[in-house]
């Protein structure tokens, strides 16, 4: 495989995408296309149909087929927005076909796929990305500077949400066979923000999955989960809700809570509530675009070898987290 295209600054990442997902049309193929350092070269689609729509609009080339997009020479990355449940066997093709991979997240279904996927990036010497946009805004390194600086006192608890309103019938996010649930679906959210905001020494004391019997996945979840020195996070999610996306951390002098925690659009202006005993206040932060930061960051990885955010031993730990959740909950049926 040919080197990024180009010489100096003015090289580019040459991305093919392998799949037609919404959040690929809605905000991720967008970014690409509007960031200098990279470049779609081709969208591929088990629907000729399909691929032409998304290239009509962002560029490139369609092509029908994900095997045939990964045969080609002109590309140095690609983009993976498939459903989780065919994240590792399709990362895994193209990262021993040398190919630089950014993959939806979550990066897999269980720490042993992650594992694999890992393994093999490493040995091909190429990046593995796992595309989880929210980590890229600026609120929440806002959100920690407040916390290190006391503003709410010793840290006891932390709570988040993330939970829309039911999905289609048909939707891939309602197939057991291609990872769907809402665990790894909406669940991931809140708990890679614990993750962030406690430390990675988090253990799962107890969870709750709702299971839709029909259906044959998770529709909605609760964990509660607690750091070695008893911080608790407590955390919902799911598929059958009212939109709900925010976070909170309570303090022994104060409490901080962040609403769009995870999705806001790069022109909002998020506000920050900070509480404290007989004073509320707002803090308004600068807008930020996450789904351009997470190009970015992919693409100062490929050009100039910058390690993304999440390393090797983050992107284990988070898939293990999962994998002890769903290892100690209870389903309700």
Known sequence: MSGPSGN????????????????????????IAAEP???????ASRDAAKARRFTERFGGEPVEGYDRLLDRGDLDAVYIPLPTGLHAAWAVRAL??????????????SRAEAAVMLD????????????????????????????????????RSFSAVFGIPPLPAGNVRHRADLGGGALLDVGVYPLRAARLLLGP???????????????GVDVAGHV??????????????????AYRCSYALWGGRGRIVLDRAFTPPPTLRPVLRL???????EITLAADDQYGAVVRSFAAAVLDG?????????????SDLVDRVRACAREIR
């Open 37 to 43: 350092r990279t470049r779609l070269v081709a969208v």
């Open 201 to 215: 020494e988090l253990d799962p004391v107890g969870a709750v999955l709702r299971v839709d019997v029909g259906l």
């Open 8 to 31: 100096g600054p003015e090289r580019t990442v040459r991305v093919g995408v392998l799949g037609c997902a919404d959040i690929a049309w809605r905000r991720v193929l967008p970014a």
């Open 306 to 318: 910058v390690p993304p955010r999440d390393r090797e031993e983050d992107l284990l730990g988070m």
């Open 120 to 155: 093999t990036a490493r040995a091909h010497g190429v990046w593995l990305m796992e595309n989880f946009m929210f980590l890229h805004h600026g609120q929440h390194e806002e959100v920690r500077r407040l916390v290190a600086a006391g503003e709410i006192g010793a840290l």
């Open 275 to 281: 509480e404290q005993q007989d004073l509320v206040r």
């Open 224 to 241: 509660l989960l607690t750091t070695p020195d008893g911080v608790t996070a407590e955390l919902s999610f799911g598929f059958e809700h």
């Open 96 to 109: 021993r076909s040398g190919l630089h991979v950014l993959v939806e997240k979550p990066l897999a279904t």
